[in-house]
């Protein structure tokens, strides 16, 4: 008899553990024959990156500004705070007078934020 885990058999896990032996059995195999059978010859023509037809122009590495990064960033981080407020608008009801007060302190905090990022000068673009 196999070890028993909070009253089930391993055995009873037997079955997962050969679905996942047989998707990376299928995904090394997938690998491997795309490998072997795909094409192999190499021109300048397939090396090219292909952009709507547009002859591409200078190097693909060129750096530019941290900016962009940085107002992505700040973006999706000021985004997914705004969505902690949908659960509370749908409960406001329910949450009273504390959900309020604790709303506010969300909001503080991220006014706080805000205006901590505008002091360092992370939204201007030019220095």
Not at 9 to 37: G, K
């Amino acid at each position: 008899m196999l070890l028993s885990l909070a009253g089930n058999n391993l055995s009873d896990y037997l079955p997962i553990f050969f679905m996942f032996i047989a998707a990376m059995a299928f995904i090394v195999l997938s690998m491997v024959a795309t490998h072997a059978l795909g094409p192999k010859k190499q021109s300048k023509i397939k090396q090219d990156a292909f952009e709507c037809g547009i002859e591409s122009q200078g190097d693909a590495r060129t750096p530019f500004s941290i900016k962009y990064f940085l107002i992505a960033i700040l973006f999706v981080l000021f985004d997914v705070e705004v969505i902690f407020m949908y659960p509370w608008a749908v409960n406001f009801k329910t949450l009273g007078i504390n959900g309020l007060i604790e709303m506010f302190m969300f909001m503080g905090f991220l006014v706080l934020g805000l205006i901590y990022i505008i002091r360092k000068g992370a939204l201007t673009w030019e220095k």
